[in-house]
């Protein structure tokens, strides 16, 4: 999947607002997050040998393509250059996981020798009984990370836990670190390893218990003058996280803690940008020290925070023989921030850009657009034969709220990262089909219990009626094709019983016309999503409003996106969208 469709580079700079002036300058004030939306678990790099380039990857969960590859130069603007984990073969597993918390859970990136390595780990079932089946941790390489393709197959390790980090001493002998599974035992385990078969040599040490939180995680070990430092996230990723530092002279311990600790946190802060943790830290080329966590933007009443944890960025000093020090996380923050500099390799998107896909002929999706678990690729067609310009998705038998562990066909669902609190995401619709449950639409999804769906839906009277539609059939024994908004939420069953958008949010299409909608949602501010609809060229009508605590919580973000189903019916009627738009809001909050 590479991006061969506009996308417009957004500046998220607060002081300078073209380019042309930008380049000459040194800006010294930028805006959190540096990758806003759905993006968590962040860890980052510099890289001397690759012009100073600085290389992120961050957590995908169950959002496939998986683990998102970033490159910038001025730390500022982040162009996604691919995916790790681009083809079903690398990891068919990633097809059966249960739940919204599972799929890839934080990877951390590291540069060695010429080439580019990956560790992370594909979760099965983050609460099942049986560890040994949990966690499947594994690692990838690639010495061109421009080139997705190149990125290779797993090599996969043994590990009861999860956050497992790479490292390399003096020797290059090579180690892992992790956080165990904390339900068994808190503890920071490393070992070293052979990254070429995953043998473990010599036994799994316990490093550090941490500082006595719950889930003591995300561990990254550094060796700098002749200390072993280790980097841990605890308290949990929500209202409490926190990162700890501890430090000794021999890599298997002990551990000392930093006597300053928590080093980095918003806990227990007024802070609009909470559950600061799960950091990396790296330098650039002048000795700065920076450092990256996840954070949500949500304040201390943590409520409405539908892009989930997001990668903030801070300053950071780290004097010779001491501890590091943080600058506490804030929106605006100043900084010796490298020159502006946007000359990155590659073909891709720049994070925070707005969208305008036409699906010309020729084209392919691009690498920021995201399934729920591996897809059926013939499902989606850019440009067909018989409808030019548009996308056709072919719905699926299962609909987006899904089985848990999905052994069946996959969903038909395609969209992008909600990253903007305020932006409108548009397309337009061409569906018909006779079938009672076809449907097909747009989505505002967390995940598969999490959801507000805007679309065409055909139903039998019968089957309208059984949905609690009452007063809306006409009468016969066919279907009527309606415009639903129907949310599904943490608290409802499937069919979102106890939410009021689904009683009202139905309105029944013309009966003669060939169904051609467009469809729209509105991020209109941070608690409230607004979804209107327009039928043959008509005015917007608004049809309801999405309150957006509905769809915050959870490891994930949300994705905007287009679907297409049965609705637990096999349904061969194509759907096809054209003109897809997504425009985001810039402003700094
Ligand atoms: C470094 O930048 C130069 C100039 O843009 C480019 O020609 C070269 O390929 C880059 N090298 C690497 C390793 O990225
Ligand atoms: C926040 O407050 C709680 C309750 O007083 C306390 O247990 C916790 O240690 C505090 N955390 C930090 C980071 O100050
Ligand atoms: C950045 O950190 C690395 C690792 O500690 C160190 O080797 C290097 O000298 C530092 N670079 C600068 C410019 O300070
Ligand atoms: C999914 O996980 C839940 C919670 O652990 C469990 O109750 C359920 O049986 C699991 N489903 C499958 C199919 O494994
Ligand atoms: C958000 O927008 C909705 C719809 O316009 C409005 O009712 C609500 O008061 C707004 N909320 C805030 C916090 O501004
Ligand atoms: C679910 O219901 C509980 C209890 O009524 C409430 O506290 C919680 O906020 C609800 N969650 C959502 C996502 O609506
Ligand atoms: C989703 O599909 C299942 C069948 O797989 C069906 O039982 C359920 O009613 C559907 N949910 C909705 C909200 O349509
Ligand atoms: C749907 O189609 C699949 C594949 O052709 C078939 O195996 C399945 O039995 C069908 N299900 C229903 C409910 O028609």
Redesign the pocket.
């Known amino acids: 999947m590479h991006n061969t469709i506009m996308s417009l580079c957004t500046l998220r700079l607060v002081f300078f607002a073209t380019l042309t002036i930008a380049q000459t300058v040194f800006a010294t004030s930028y805006s959190n997050p540096i990758l806003p939306g759905f993006h968590p678990d962040p860890s980052c790099i ?1 890289v001397e040998e690759w012009n100073n380039t600085y290389f992120c990857a961050t957590s995908s969960f169950n959002a496939v393509p998986g683990v998102p590859v970033f490159a910038s130069k001025d730390l500022q603007h982040f162009k996604q250059i691919g995916n790790v984990i681009n083809r079903e073969s690398q990891l068919p597993g990633l097809s059966n996981t249960n739940g919204s918390t599972s799929g890839i859970w934080a990877p951390t990136i590291r540069y060695h020798d010429g080439t580019f390595w990956v560790v992370t780990t594909l979760v099965y079932d983050h609460l099942a009984a049986d560890d040994k089946s949990r966690w499947d941790n594994i690692l990838f390489h690639t010495k061109n990370p421009y080139d997705e393709s190149s990125w290779s197959d797993p090599v996969h390790f043994e590990f009861e836990g999860y956050d497992t980090s790479p490292f390399w001493d003096n020797s290059g002998k090579t180690y892992i670190v992790g956080g165990h599974a904390w339900r068994v035992q808190r503890m920071i385990k490393g070992w070293e390893m052979d990254y070429s078969t995953g043998a473990i040599i010599g036994g799994i040490h316990d490093l550090w218990a941490g500082m006595g939180g719950i889930a003591p995680e995300a561990p990254h070990l ?3 003058d002749g200390w072993y430092y280790l980097m841990i996230a605890e308290g949990g990723t929500g209202l409490g996280h926190e990162v700890n530092f501890a430090r000794s002279k021999d890599i298997w311990g002990p551990y000392d803690p930093d006597p300053s600790n928590p080093v980095l946190t918003a806990a227990n802060t007024t802070n609009y940008f909470q559950t600061v943790g799960h950091a990396d830290i ?6 700065n020290w920076w450092t990256v966590a996840l954070s949500t933007r949500s304040g201390p009443e943590y409520k409405y925070y539908p892009m989930g944890r997001e990668t903030i960025l801070t300053t950071a000093k ?1 004097e010779e023989g001491q501890f590091p020090t943080f600058t506490p996380v804030r929106g605006v923050e100043n900084g010796p921030l490298p020159r502006i500099n946007t000359d990155v390799s590659g073909s891709g998107y720049w994070v925070g850009s707005d969208d305008h896909l036409n699906f010309a002929p020729h084209t392919s999706l691009p690498s920021h657009y995201v399934h729920n678990r591996w897809p059926d690729p013939s499902a989606y067609v850019i440009s067909s034969k018989e409808r030019p310009n548009t996308l056709r998705l072919t719905p699926s038998f299962y609909n987006l709220t899904g089985p848990d562990a999905r052994t069946g066909t996959p969903q038909t669902f395609i969209g992008r990262r909600q990253e903007h609190i305020e932006f409108t995401y548009e397309v337009n619709l061409d569906f018909t089909s006779d079938t009672d449950g076809a449907e097909a639409g747009i989505t505002v999804f967390l995940n598969q219990g999490q959801h507000f769906d805007l679309g065409i839906v055909s139903l039998t009277d019968t089957s309208a009626k059984a949905a609690g539609y009452t007063g809306t059939g006409k009468g016969g024994s066919g279907v009527t094709q309606y415009i639903r908004l129907r949310a599904i939420t943490a608290n409802s069953t499937n069919e979102g019983s106890v939410d009021p958008i689904s009683r009202t949010g139905i309105v029944a299409l013309p009966r003669d016309a060939r169904n051609f909608v467009k469809l729209s949602v509105k991020g209109v501010n941070h608690t409230t999503y607004e979804f209107k609809y327009s039928t043959q060229g008509s005015a917007w009508i608004t049809i309801g409003y999405g309150d957006s605590s509905q769809v915050s919580g959870g490891f994930v973000g949300t994705i905007l996106g287009m679907f297409a189903t049965g609705n637990g019916h096999n349904v061969s009627d194509p759907a096809y969208f054209s003109a897809l738009s997504y425009i985001g809001n810039d402003k700094v909050f």
């Open positions: 510099r550094f060796h700098r790296f330098n650039d080329s002048q000795g780290w």
